[in-house]
C-alpha cells in the first residue's frame, strides 16, 4: 500500500539576481547570485520536504473524558443502590400491611361473631323480661297518610317501582 501523496507548496517564481555594482550586466562578486554555478547555469530551486509532523495528543482531553466517564457511571451506580434500597423498604411496608390487613380481619370477624350473639332475638326477650319489661298487649303499627313509610324518607320499595 502506497502512502498518501502529500501537497506541494505553490512555487514561487525565480528572481532575477541584482546586477553587481560596478559591472553591467551582473556578475560574481563575492555575495553575488548564490543560485548560480561555477559554470554560469542556475541551480534548479527545490523545496525541502518538510517532516510529517505527528498529530498532537491531548493527554488532558482523555483525562477530562475519563473523570466525566467515571463520574457518571458511579452516579449511575449509586442511583440504582438507592433505587433498590427504596423498593426493599416498600417491601417492608407492604409486608406489615399485609400482616396488619390479616389481624384486622380476624378482628372483624371476631366483633362480627360478637354482634350476632348480642343481636340475637332469644338473648334480648331474655335480658328484657330480667329488667322488667314485658310486652305490649295490643300491638299496631301507625301510617302516615300522605308521607313516606320510612322516616328517613329513603323507601326503597318506591326507588326500584314497585309501590308501596
Known sequence: MSSPARKLSPRTPARKPAPERGKPGGGGGAGANRRERGDGAKRPQRSRPRPATPPRRRKKHHVGFAVTSSVLVGLMVLGIVVLNVLLAQQSFHIEESERRIDALGRERLGLVREQATLSAPGRIAGWASRH????????????????????AGTDTSRASGTGG
Open 132 to 151: 322488667g319489661m314485658r310486652l305490649p298487649d295490643d300491638i299496631r303499627i301507625l301510617h302516615a297518610p300522605n308521607g313516606p313509610s320510612d322516616p
